[in-house]
């Protein structure tokens, strides 16, 4: 993690000693804060900047007030543990817009805010706030994020002909699981901006076909089947590996149709979930370390579960899940299945079927469709957030910066900003390639898949300009 030191984020020169050197004031930044906006009132005055403490000489706050003897000077931060590319901010003073439909609002995932009122009298000691005072959080400023233009660069990968999922391992490198057949035993690759290198595997994977895989930091799970019956390997950053213990019955001889590790950050890490062919969803708790053992939910009584294709979390013990050959989409909450069927849906599963689901942190979770169009779920009703616009299947969806990246099935390249909307020009990175997975990094952004036509894996690094 990078370290930070309390830095100079405003400099206010009282009134009363403005003849000499003026107050200075430190921000109370700790070492997990990545950006912060720092909001300062005068009078009726309102200023706000986005701050990033990695290159504080480049974005330092300077106040400098001359009278302060009939008012007082309140300063407002807000840190946050996401750099400002994903918030949607640019280093600097931020436009303060006098429209309530233009801009956007500070973004509201601030992990504290603090406060501090400054007078003549008395320079004011920093204290936290729950939130925004109605007044600031009702600002809006101009859209910072522009859309990005990518360098892209192709990555070997030995020949591999098939890719189950990815994991990203630290801030600047991917583990892959891919296989040379769909009968070989999955091999693992770290994917960094040097190249790619297959890593070793501690234990053995004889027998063992894998279908799908997810994971985090800490550990990738890959499910499948070990000599015909179904099983879950799961490799450690220690590189060991190791299979989870069977489920119970009934459910036991149920083969796995999707696997889905939770972010790392949330309350849900110490678990995965799994949904089996019939639909039924199930959690294996992986702490404590002495006791991991399967959390057997309820059985999911809607025989039109069928196949899944795609898993999305949405929060502690929520995931949604795409059935049916992508005709259903299904909710499983509070150990409830509940069939999402809304206007919308019902008129689109006539023509096309839905493809991937993702969750996009601060934006909610998107289901993409097979012709193009991309929904979102917007309280309990899922609402059309962009139609097919000449694009062809959705094949996957990810966070970056303030918006996300969506693949397709032609390699496109679909970029969208909280702050400036689609972009108008996407971006191709080979016709030929099916995209089925994108991941963030800080510097990169990994697009994989593989070639149409029964061709090998691609893997490409995406770095923006």
Same mark, same amino acid.
């Given at each position: 993690?990078?370290?930070?030191?309390?830095?100079?984020?405003?400099?206010? !020169?009282?009134?009363?000693? !403005?003849?000499?050197?003026?107050?200075?004031?430190?921000?109370?930044?700790?070492?997990?804060?990545?950006?912060?906006?720092?909001?300062?009132?005068?009078?009726?005055?309102?200023?706000?900047?986005? $701050?990033?403490?990695?290159?504080?000489?480049?974005?330092?706050?300077?106040?400098?007030?001359?009278?302060?003897?009939?008012?007082?000077?309140?300063?407002?931060?807000?840190?946050?543990?996401?750099?400002?590319?994903?918030?949607?901010?640019?280093?600097?003073?931020?436009?303060?817009?006098?429209?309530?439909?233009?801009?956007?609002?500070?973004?509201?995932?601030?992990?504290?805010?603090?406060?501090? $009122?400054?007078?003549?009298?008395?320079?004011?000691?920093?204290?936290?706030?729950?939130?925004?005072?109605?007044?600031?959080?009702?600002?809006?400023?101009?859209?910072?994020?522009? !859309?990005?233009?990518?360098?892209?660069?192709?990555?070997?990968?030995?020949?591999?002909?098939?890719?189950?999922?990815?994991?990203?391992?630290?801030?600047?490198?991917?583990?892959?699981?891919?296989?040379?057949?769909?009968?070989?035993?999955?091999?693992?690759?770290?994917?960094?901006?040097?190249?790619?290198?297959?890593?070793?595997?501690?234990?053995?994977?004889?027998?063992?076909?894998?279908?799908?895989?997810?994971?985090?930091?800490?550990?990738?799970?890959?499910?499948?089947?070990?000599?015909?019956?179904?099983?879950?390997?799961?490799?450690?950053?220690?590189?060991?590996?190791?299979?989870?213990?069977?489920?119970?019955?009934?459910?036991?001889?149920?083969?796995?149709?999707?696997?889905?590790?939770?972010?790392?950050?949330?309350?849900?890490?110490?678990?995965?979930?799994?949904?089996?062919?019939?639909?039924?969803?199930?959690?294996?708790?992986?702490?404590?370390?002495?006791?991991?053992?399967?959390?057997?939910?309820?059985?999911?009584?809607?025989?039109?579960?069928?196949?899944?294709?795609?898993?999305?979390?949405?929060?502690?013990?929520?995931?949604?899940?795409?059935?049916?050959?992508?005709?259903?989409?299904?909710?499983?909450?509070?150990?409830?299945?509940?069939?999402?069927?809304?206007?919308?849906?019902?008129?689109?599963?006539?023509?096309?079927?839905?493809?991937?689901?993702?969750?996009?942190?601060?934006?909610?979770?998107?289901?993409?469709?097979?012709?193009?169009?991309?929904?979102?779920?917007?309280?309990?009703?899922?609402?059309?957030?962009?139609?097919?616009?000449?694009?062809?299947?959705?094949?996957?969806?990810?966070?970056?910066?303030?918006?996300?990246?969506?693949?397709?099935?032609?390699?496109?390249?679909?970029?969208?900003?909280?702050?400036?909307?689609? !972009?108008?020009?996407?971006?191709?990175?080979?016709?030929?390639?099916?995209?089925?997975?994108?991941?963030?990094?800080?510097?990169?952004?990994?697009?994989?898949?593989?070639?149409?036509?029964?061709?090998?894996?691609?893997?490409?690094?995406?770095?923006?300009?």
């Amino acid at each position: 993690m990078r370290a930070v030191r309390s830095w100079i984020a405003g400099v206010l !020169c009282l009134a009363a000693a !403005c003849s000499s050197e003026p107050t200075v004031i430190d921000v109370p930044f700790t070492e997990a804060d990545q950006s912060a906006v720092v909001i300062v009132e005068a009078k009726r005055d309102i200023e706000a900047w986005a $701050v990033d403490p990695s290159f504080r000489e480049q974005s330092p706050v300077l106040r400098r007030l001359t009278d302060l003897s009939d008012s007082a000077v309140r300063t407002t931060v807000l840190f946050y543990e996401r750099p400002l590319t994903q918030l949607g901010l640019k280093v600097g003073a931020q436009e303060i817009l006098d429209s309530m439909d233009q801009g956007v609002p500070f973004p509201d995932s601030a992990e504290r805010i603090s406060q501090r $009122v400054i007078t003549a009298q008395n320079e004011g000691t920093w204290n936290t706030i729950d939130r925004l005072p109605p007044e600031l959080s009702a600002l809006r400023v101009a859209g910072g994020q522009d !859309c990005a233009t990518f360098s892209v660069e192709d990555l070997a990968l030995g020949g591999e002909d098939m890719i189950y999922g990815g994991a990203v391992l630290d801030a600047e490198s991917v583990m892959l699981v891919v296989s040379t057949t769909s009968i070989s035993e999955p091999r693992f690759y770290r994917v960094t901006l040097d190249g790619t290198r297959r890593l070793p595997v501690n234990g053995s994977l004889a027998g063992f076909r894998a279908e799908h895989a997810s994971g985090g930091r800490d550990a990738i799970y890959v499910s499948g089947t070990l000599d015909g019956a179904p099983a879950i390997a799961v490799r450690n950053s220690a590189d060991v590996l190791a299979f989870v213990p069977p489920r119970e019955e009934p459910t036991r001889a149920l083969a796995f149709r999707a696997i889905l590790a939770p972010p790392e950050d949330s309350d849900d890490s110490a678990q995965f979930y799994t949904v089996d062919e019939r639909g039924n969803v199930e959690r294996f708790i992986t702490e404590p370390l002495s006791d991991p053992h399967w959390d057997t939910s309820a059985a999911n009584p809607d025989v039109r579960a069928g196949p899944v294709t795609s898993i999305s979390w949405n929060g502690p013990a929520d995931v949604y899940f795409v059935a049916l050959d992508g005709k259903n989409l299904i909710r499983y909450a509070r150990e409830e299945y509940v069939l999402q069927d809304t206007d919308l849906l019902n008129e689109l599963m006539g023509v096309t079927e839905l493809s991937v689901l993702a969750r996009i942190e601060g934006l909610g979770v998107f289901a993409g469709t097979n012709s193009g169009h991309l929904l979102a779920l917007s309280g309990t009703r899922w609402e059309q957030f962009r139609r097919d616009a000449g694009t062809r299947a959705v094949s996957a969806i990810a966070a970056f910066r303030d918006g996300f990246l969506m693949g397709t099935n032609i390699g496109q390249v679909v970029q969208y900003s909280a702050s400036a909307g689609f !972009c108008e020009t996407d971006m191709y990175i080979g016709e030929d390639r099916s995209i089925t997975l994108i991941l963030e990094l800080d510097d990169f952004m990994l697009v994989a898949g593989t070639r149409q036509g029964g061709g090998d894996v691609f893997v490409s690094l995406l770095r923006p300009l």
